[in-house]
Structures are given as structure tokens and as C-alpha cells.
């Protein structure tokens, strides 16, 4: 199993059922002192509007926290999450290490899921520059960051398929296509966990949330999942398993059942598939109070049986919800769990131990110089690099003298409108939970650097901004904390005041250009149609203002491509391209699968994105190869600047034993292309990536006919067949 076996059998012999469970203990810091209520409430007052967000800063500030070093001295902790400071993991580390009776060290987890410090993109926008390597360096300089504030494990990355916009956690993934997702979670989990664990700049991976989360009925956080297992198998199970074979040491089961099951307790999940056929053999750890949450689940009377269930399922450590500390003690010495069973999760927990070498080195080394460990200015390069490569140009019109809007020519006068071009902190996103407020660079903070004309305006003084600005920026979409965790939408769209400011920016003649922060797709029918130019720039991070003026003013060109659809209204959520066709797919007459007052079309195709340059397709072919289809196309830059275009290919199976999506992606490859330069790109599938499950859930590669499809995006392709 692994070469830490023997020292983990010698090491539980020794220990007491109480060490035991001790181990399966992880704890976050509360709060005390300087308030009555507890950190729940308090942070449901923020949320109701009972007190506000300063005030909850405020207090949050100066509350003091309790590191429960009672309950660790005497072995009832294993791990902690939540301390991201080496002089705090130090000194807990050392009352475990020293004052416990083993001395077993402990392992601090984090939520370090698109940066520690230097913040780069939210997921869902990294995802969009379709570049693995470009994902494990970012990955990797969190790793870095974050290991050197004493953190050893990351409870990312999220892999979490997602097709429905609503969903507010659609930021912390990449996107709605399976393949994407699991090559970017493949590539975190190298660049988290690096060559070797027990490096002291690797942190482990903890991949979540296991498993489809993304697919919660109606968008809604934390809601139920019920879905056939062929669709499980086949367009939401692959990117865990990506990230299992890139050598995940942790998976965090997910919030939702699934088909009845909370994953918490889903013993076919977490015993038989991830362990006995997927081979996993490193830690589970539960998503936050998620065990103590059975019991609203309706699957367990109390958190007893809870506590009883989560463990006999296969989940090793507890996350926060004190089930098994208040339980498992006294159902092993009742009998009603076998001390096997407990073992089992102990020595999971153990060998991640040894594997990360904490036995030999328990504490961050460096902490003296922690501080000096972030933000670096290499950091901060890839950081922008990533940013850059996040955005998706969604539209770019021709002004009235029938030249591009974007690029900007340099020396313009910019209007720039929206309350967060000035926010640095609003351009971090979601989940940036270690950012270091003021750390981000702006819109305005950027054109002070570049030393550009500018002046910032509302809707009430538009015309008076407009007479010395050549350009209007509209500075619009989703403030941070409109997306992520618990922040699920039933209106994907923007508020009426940001569509009356656009109104009165058009209204002036002058070119405007819309730039959207948000964490989700948007249903922005009115921008797409009225705005003659639109960028995608999420949430970018830290270095946001300055990526921004890189693609504005042409120093960079765009090349980002949606990951997700983004539908005209809400209520064509769960939107996304790897659809079926159904016996009528949508079309003219009334009696097709379609709304009578939405489009069937998106707004935007998953992978769509324009560039200052154009591509031409042509020649596309395709033969097989032994167990190989080889399928290619020439690729010509047309325009006058140098670019790269991503080439994505994409095969529908005309007639199977089950219907089949009318394209799913199988290949894609970034291509340099110089202006004026032709090359042919070649994509190698093999005939077992294109089965799928019957009925009877065995895998099988039965076609007739196979449809290649290339192109730019999903919509714009060529296509040719290939008989089988
Ligand atoms: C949450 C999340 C999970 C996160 C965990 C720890 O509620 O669902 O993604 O890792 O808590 O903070």
C-alpha cells in the first residue's frame, strides 16, 4: 500500500480509541469574547442587514480566538483549517508535537483556491485560457505561499462539473465540460502537492466536492442531486478521477446526496468507487458540519447515527462538526462500530501524516520570513500572465470611422463608470479568503500608474464627463459576494441601475466598452446587443487593473474562451453545449423543444471568444488509425496581429445504444499563430475515449457513424464524418 505501513500499524497500536478519534478531529478557530452571539449568527446579521459589514469586520477584528489547546493537548485534535499564519501553526504544532502523549503532529488545512496572497483568477476565469501548464504554475505559487504561512493541505481543487449558471460556486471551477475540469484539476493538483509531498513547499490537494456538486436541482447551493448513473459515470465522475490519477492525497465528500445518499454517508462513493475501483488510498475529509447535517438530511435521527454512518461509509476526518469526537469513543466501546472500521480511517489519516514528512520536520521552518514569502514580484508577473489569458473578448464593433473599438489607441481620455473600477478588493472574487486587503491593483489604481487621462462618473454627471473623455468605460456585472459559496442567483442578470447608466453611455455617441466583473455567465441579452464592445474580465485578482489595460490599450491580445455557455435568460438554466437533440430539437415550428419567449440559442457558445485577430478554418479530415482517429485542419491567422487561437474538436456518435450529446469536447490545443501564418493542427483521439454506458452501466464503443467537429467554439465548426 505504501512504505509507511508498518510505522502506522506500530504507531495505532499504541494508541487509546480516544487518540483515535482524536485524529479524525479537525477544528477551525471560534470566536470569543468580544460579542455574545455566535459566529453563525453574527454572520447571518451581516447577511439580513442587522449590522453591517464594517461592523462585522470590526468585531470580527477584535474578537478573540480559541484554539481549543485543551482539547489538543490531550489528543483530541488531529488537524485544524482556517490558520493561515506560521507563528500560530508553530505554537500549536509544538503543544502536539511536545505535549501530547504520541507527539503526532498535526496537519492545517486552507481554502487556497485561486491564490493564498497573490490572488490570481477565479477558477471559472483561469479556466477560460484552456492552458494546463499555465494552471499548475499558479497552483504551484499558491503552494508556495501558502506553505510558507505554515498550511499543508488545500481544500481545493474544486472539479465540480457545473451546467447551471445559477449556481453560485460555478466561480471556483472550471466551468461546464468534464474534460476541461479534470485536466484543470489534474494540473492544480501537480502544481499544489509538486514532486514530492513531504517538501516543504507542497501542500496536499483536496479535491472537491466529491461528487457532482455542480449538478444541485435548480442552482440551488447545497440542494439535492438525482440523476441517472450513466450521466454520473460519464459527464461528472471523469474529472475526480483525472484528479485521483494525477495523485490527489485528500477528497472532500460533497454537501449534496446523490440519488438519496448524502455523499457524507454514501458508502458506495466513498468505499467502493473511489477507494476499491478508483484505488485511492489517502484521506477523506467532510465539507463543513457536513456529518452533523445528516440528520437534517433526513438520513440519520441524531449525530449519533450520523457520526456511525459518515464513518462506515469511508469518511475519515470530521470538518467542524464535533460528531465523532462526541460519539465514536463510545460506539466502538459499545460494539456498534468495529474498532477496524476506525482504524481504517486513522491510518488514512496517519500515512498523509508521514507522506507530507511532518514525523521528522513538524513546523514551518522559515517562519521568521514568512512575510517576504508573498507577493513577490515573479508572483505578481504570473499573476497578470493569468489574468491576461482569463478574459474573453465577447464583442468588439466597429466605431463610426469603421476602425475596431478595442484596441484603445494610446492617449485616449477615458470615462470610466462603475463603482468597482476604483475597488481592488472587489476584483479578488470569491474565496479569497487570505487576500491581503489593498493588494489588489485597480482599474483607476493602473491609469494612475500609466499616468492615462481619466475621469470617473455616475449616471447623474454622464454629459459632463463625456465632454473631455474620447472613450467610456462601463465598469458593470456581479460584486464579489454575488457569486461563490451560498450566493446561488434566480436572476443571472445585471440591476436595472447598471442597465440605465449604459443606456445614458450609449445615448452620448461616444464608443463605450463594457467591462464585466462576475463569477458566473450573465444573462445580458441588452449589453450583447446595445454595447459595441464587451470584455469578460471576472474576477482577475491581484494584478486586475493592470491585465485589463493590457488588453484595452493592445499590448496584449486577447485569446480566452467561455467555459461556460452564457444563456439569454435565466430560465434557460442548466444551459450548456454537450446537450442531446431530443426528438425535436429546436427550430422553426412551434412544435420543437424551445421557449416561446426566450431564444433556444445561447447569448455566447461554450468556447467562444474573439481576439484582435481573425482565424480561417479549412480542410478539415479525419481517418482512423488502428485504435486512433486522427483528425485535422488547417488553421490561418487573417488579421495583422500575431495571436493564438484555441482549436477545439468535438465528436457527436450519430446512433448508439443510448442517445449521445450532439458534441462533446475531446481535444483542444492553444496554437501561436504569426499574422498571415497557415499550420495544421492534428488531434489524436483514441476510439476508448469515445464509449459511452448503456443501459446496463458497461462501458461500450458501439457507433455507425462518428461527426468530427473543429472549430473556433462550439457553435462555429466544420465538420466531416467517419463511418465505423
Ligand atoms: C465550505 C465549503 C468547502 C470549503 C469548506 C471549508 O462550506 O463547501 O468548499 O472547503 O467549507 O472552508
Not at 496517519?350 to 514569502?373: C, M, V, W
Not at 454537450?578 to 431564444?599: C, Q
Request: glycine residues 8%; charged residues 25%.
Amino acid at each position: 500500500m505504501s512504505k509507511y505501513e508498518d510505522k502506522i500499524k506500530k504507531l495505532l497500536a499504541k494508541m487509546t480509541v480516544e487518540e483515535k478519534v482524536g485524529q479524525l478531529q479537525q477544528c477551525g478557530p471560534s470566536l470569543v469574547g468580544a460579542f455574545e452571539v455566535s459566529f453563525e449568527e453574527l454572520l447571518d446579521m451581516m447577511f439580513d442587514g442587522r449590522i453591517s459589514k464594517e461592523e462585522f469586520d470590526r468585531l470580527m477584528g477584535t474578537a478573540k480566538q480559541d484554539f481549543h489547546e485543551d482539547d489538543l493537548r490531550a489528543g483530541r485534535v488531529g488537524s485544524y483549517n482556517g490558520i493561515g499564519s506560521a507563528a500560530q501553526v508553530n505554537k500549536l504544532q509544538k503543544i502536539a508535537v511536545e505535549e501530547t502523549r504520541l507527539g503526532i503532529p498535526l496537519i492545517f488545512g486552507y481554502d487556497v483556491i485561486h491564490g493564498f496572497k497573490t490572488i490570481t483568477p477565479i477558477p471559472l476565469a483561469e479556466s477560460c485560457a484552456w492552458e494546463p501548464s499555465l494552471w499548475e504554475r499558479t497552483g504551484r505559487i499558491a503552494a508556495k505561499e501558502a506553505s510558507a504561512a505554515g498550511i499543508h493541505m488545500t481544500f481545493a481543487p474544486m472539479v465540480d462539473v457545473s451546467k447551471d449558471a445559477r449556481w453560485g460556486r460555478v466561480s471556483e471551477g472550471a466551468g461546464e465540460d468534464v474534460l476541461l475540469n479534470g485536466l484543470y484539476g489534474a494540473a492544480k493538483v501537480r502544481g499544489f502537492q509538486g514532486d514530492n509531498l513531504s517538501k516543504e513547499d507542497s501542500i496536499v490537494a483536496c479535491i472537491k466536492h466529491f461528487a457532482a456538486y455542480g449538478a444541485v436541482e435548480a442552482g440551488r447551493d447545497y440542494n439535492c442531486v438525482d440523476m441517472s448513473m450513466q450521466r454520473l459515470y460519464e459527464e461528472y465522475l471523469p474529472s475526480y478521477k483525472m484528479c485521483i490519477d494525477a495523485g490527489a492525497r485528500a477528497v472532500m465528500p460533497a454537501f449534496n446526496d446523490i440519488n438519496g445518499i448524502p455523499c457524507s454517508v454514501n458508502k458506495w462513493l466513498l468505499m467502493d468507487l473511489l477507494r476499491k475501483q478508483w484505488g485511492f488510498n489517502g484521506m477523506t475529509v467532510s465539507d463543513a458540519n457536513a456529518i452533523a447535517e445528516c440528520v437534517n438530511h433526513g438520513i440519520a435521527l441524531d449525530g449519533r447515527e450520523a457520526a456511525k454512518k459518515a464513518l462506515e461509509a469511508g469518511l475519515d476526518i470530521d470538518m467542524t462538526s464535533n460528531t465523532y469526537i462526541k460519539y465514536v469513543e463510545e460506539l466502538v466501546k459499545n460494539e456498534e462500530i468495529d474498532e477496524e472500521i476506525l482504524d481504517r480511517a486513522v491510518a488514512d489519516v496517519l500515512r498523509i501524516k508521514f507522506e507530507l514528512g511532518l514525523f521528522d520536520n513538524p513546523y514551518q521552518t522559515n517562519e521568521a520570513h514568512e512575510s517576504t514569502a508573498m507577493l513577490k514580484p515573479e508572483y505578481r508577473a504570473l499573476a497578470r500572465e493569468a489574468a491576461v489569458k482569463s478574459m474573453v473578448l465577447l464583442k468588439n464593433e466597429k466605431d463610426s470611422n469603421g476602425k475596431k473599438i478595442l484596441p484603445l489607441e494610446k492617449g485616449v481620455n477615458l470615462g470610466i463608470f462603475g463603482e468597482v473600477a476604483g475597488n481592488g478588493d472587489e476584483m479578488t472574487g470569491a474565496w479569497a479568503i487570505g487576500a491581503d486587503s489593498g493588494s489588489c491593483v485597480s482599474i483607476l489604481d493602473a491609469c494612475k500608474e500609466r499616468d492615462i487621462f481619466y475621469q470617473t462618473g455616475t449616471k447623474d454627471n454622464v454629459d459632463e464627463i463625456v465632454k473631455s473623455s474620447d472613450v467610456l468605460l462601463a465598469v458593470i456585472g456581479e460584486k464579489k459576494d454575488e457569486s461563490g459559496e451560498a450566493s446561488s442567483r434566480a436572476k443571472i442578470t445585471i440591476s436595472h441601475e447598471q442597465i440605465s447608466l449604459l443606456k445614458k453611455l450609449l445615448k452620448t455617441g461616444k464608443p463605450v466598452v463594457a467591462i464585466l466583473f462576475n463569477g458566473r455567465p450573465l444573462a445580458i441579452p441588452f449589453v450583447a446587443e446595445n454595447v459595441p464592445a464587451i470584455l469578460e474580465a471576472w474576477h482577475l485578482g491581484v494584478e486586475a487593473g493592470n491585465a485589463i489595460l493590457d488588453i484595452l490599450f493592445g499590448d496584449e491580445i486577447p485569446t480566452g474562451k467561455l467555459t461556460m455557455t452564457f444563456p439569454n435568460a435565466t430560465g434557460q438554466c442548466p444551459m450548456y453545449y454537450a446537450h442531446i437533440n431530443t426528438g425535436r430539437p429546436g427550430g422553426k415550428s412551434k412544435f420543437t423543444s424551445k421557449y416561446i419567449d426566450a431564444p433556444v440559442e445561447p447569448l455566447y457558445p461554450f468556447g467562444y471568444g474573439l481576439s484582435y485577430t481573425e482565424y480561417e478554418y479549412s480542410d478539415i479530415a479525419v481517418k482512423k488509425n488502428g485504435d486512433l482517429y486522427e483528425a485535422s485542419i488547417n488553421v490561418k491567422n487573417i488579421g495583422e496581429r500575431d495571436g493564438e487561437e484555441i482549436v477545439q474538436c468535438y465528436v457527436r456518435n450519430m446512433a448508439a445504444g443510448r442517445v449521445r450529446p450532439v458534441k462533446e469536447l475531446k481535444a483542444f490545443e492553444k496554437v501561436a499563430l504569426q499574422a498571415g501564418e497557415k499550420k495544421e493542427v492534428t488531434f489524436n483521439i483514441k476510439a476508448e475515449d469515445l464509449g459511452y454506458y448503456n443501459w446496463n452501466m458497461e462501458y461500450v464503443k458501439e457507433a455507425k457513424e462518428y461527426v468530427f467537429y473543429i472549430g473556433g467554439n462550439s457553435k462555429d465548426c466544420l465538420e466531416v464524418s467517419i463511418k465505423d
